[in-house]
T-cell receptor, first 110, second 113 residues
Framework: QKEVEQNSGPLSVPEGAIASLNCTYSDRGSQSFFWYRQYSGKSPELIMSIYSNGDKEDGRFTAQLNKASQYVSLLIRDSQPSDSATYLCAVNPQGGKLIFGQGTELSVKP | DVKVTQSSRYLVKRTGEKVFLECVQD?????MFWYRQDPGLGLRLIYF???????EKGDIPEGYSVSREKKERFSLILESASTNQTSMYLC????????????FGPGTRLTVL
């Protein structure tokens, strides 16, 4: 069983829409959760971190964490073509190293 | 801002060569990591280090070794490069192991012929 699971996509949304990216994890004791954006041929770039249940907003990005259900999501409001990238979910199990999901490819169509 | 740099963006080597990939971070981070990333396989941890001269195996250490002589520098060594080591290699650093964000370097695209 994969420890961090994401839909691989591609997820296609029209420009201006809300993109919703989801991630589930298996280690119930996980404490820290991160979203990275990776453009093709580039390295992952941290865009959000979340540590407690609920929502965390940063500009057009909102991370949502539900530890009871073991999922974390990323919402991108007013999606732009420049948001087209692969989004990696990363989870830090208790005392452990970051575990990355396979990533969800997002395509925002003009 | 954290800056992680890697010695080369692109590298072409021949089978059997010894290959050194260098990574330097400027934020006094304790921990440094080496990953490889391949299509369909995601990010896989090769080795990490939580202190100078300390190293721990990751998920796929076979065929690799590492060196951390100074806090800011973490080197990945391919003792005898093989074609199946053709990949994107990513270095990352973090302040602490548990709960802290990892920051990535630009990556090295290694091709072994």
């Amino acid at each position: 069983q994969k420890e961090v699971e994401q839909n691989s996509g591609p997820l296609s949304v029209p420009e201006g829409a809300i993109a919703s990216l989801n991630c589930t994890y298996s280690d119930r004791g996980s404490q820290s959760f991160f979203w990275y954006r990776q453009y093709s041929g580039k390295s992952p770039e941290l865009i959000m971190s979340i540590y407690s249940n609920g929502d965390k907003e940063d500009g057009r990005f909102t991370a949502q964490l539900n530890k009871a259900s073991q999922y974390v999501s990323l919402l991108i409001r007013d999606s732009q073509p420049s948001d087209s990238a692969t989004y990696l979910c990363a989870v830090n199990p208790q005392g452990g190293k970051l575990i990355f999901g396979q990533g969800t490819e997002l395509s925002v169509k003009p | 801002d954290v800056k992680v740099t890697q010695s080369s963006r692109y590298l072409v080597k021949r089978t059997g060569e010894k290959v050194f990939l260098e990574c330097v971070q400027d934020m006094d981070h304790e921990n440094m990591f080496w990953y490889r990333q391949d299509p369909g396989l995601g990010l896989r941890l090769i080795y990490f280090s939580y202190d100078v001269k300390m190293k721990e195996k990751g998920d796929i250490p076979e065929g690799y070794s590492v060196s951390r002589e100074k806090k800011e520098r973490f080197s990945l060594i391919l003792e005898s490069a093989s074609t199946n080591q053709t990949s994107m290699y990513l270095c990352a650093s973090s302040l602490i192991i548990g709960g802290n964000e990892q920051f990535f370097g630009p990556g090295t695209r290694l091709t072994v012929l």
